[in-house]
């Protein structure tokens, strides 16, 4: 089975730069993924690591440690609009299930 | 494309009753997964098609839950009978291919349907 770990809020303000992460625990490994989710809405794709190091897309960043079992959503240059909940999901290669993790909370202050 | 597309938005019901949640994929994607979403349980697989076939019905929580696919262009998720513990946003999401491995591929999510059973 899977499990996964993020910290639950993250607070930070205009212009700042903030990092999420997530931990996981898989019988395998097939990837991880990362979605936003603005209240009321639907998540949304963000970004995808199938091997280690940084994925850059704009002002976001994901980053993969598959020895660690660990990923980093990095936002940059932080916006109102950003003020979301971002989740880390996986899939390993043994599961059959795709499971996200519990969200974390952004809140970004002017 | 209109994007992946969900009826109703909202459904309220009374416990014991049968309600039915329906989705459209965007035009041409071959996997549909549909997932619920609480406050206490998070964001949750129920089940995936691939090319309208039911491949991993591991997360459906229930007999009283059932999903079809009879073709390509549409899907729906039926509870039966509703119990109060349903009350969810069921979200249906579709992808040109897996949203995970090698050739992953971006998984979209339709609007969601908030259930409330009384």
């Known amino acids: 089975g899977q499990s996964l770990e993020q910290p639950s809020e993250v607070t930070a303000v205009e212009g700042a730069i903030v990092q999420i992460n997530c931990t996981y625990q898989?019988?395998?490994?097939?990837?991880l993924s990362w979605y936003q989710q603005h209240d009321g809405g639907a998540p949304t794709f963000l970004s995808y690591?199938?091997?280690?190091g940084l994925e850059e897309t704009g002002r976001f960043s994901s980053f993969l440690s598959r020895s660690d079992s660990y990923g980093y959503l990095l936002l940059q240059e932080l916006q109102m609009k950003d003020s979301a909940s971002y989740f880390c999901?996986?899939?390993?290669?043994?599961?059959?299930?795709?499971?996200f993790g519990p969200g974390t909370r952004l809140s970004v202050l002017p | 494309d209109a994007g992946v597309i969900q009826s109703p938005r909202h459904e309220v019901t009374e416990m014991g009753q049968e309600v039915t949640l329906r989705c459209k994929p965007i035009?041409?994607?071959?996997?549909l997964f549909w997932y619920r979403q609480t406050m206490m349980r998070g964001l949750e697989l129920l089940i995936y098609?691939?090319?309208?076939?039911?491949?991993?019905d591991s997360g459906m929580p229930e007999d009283r839950f059932s999903a079809k696919m009879p073709n390509a262009s549409f899907s729906t998720l039926k509870i039966q009978p509703s119990e109060p513990r349903d009350s969810a946003v069921y979200f249906c999401?579709?992808?040109?291919?897996?949203?995970?491995?090698?050739?992953?591929?971006?998984?979209?999510f339709g609007p969601g349907t908030r259930l409330l059973v009384l």
């Open positions: 690591n199938a091997l280690d």
């Open positions: 035009s041409g994607h071959d996997y």
């Open positions: 898989t019988s395998g490994f097939y990837g």
């Open positions: 098609f691939n090319n309208n076939v039911p491949i991993d």
């Open positions: 999401a579709s992808s040109l291919g897996p949203p995970w491995g090698e050739i992953q591929e971006t998984q979209y």
């Open positions: 999901a996986v899939r390993d290669n043994y599961g059959q299930n795709f499971v």
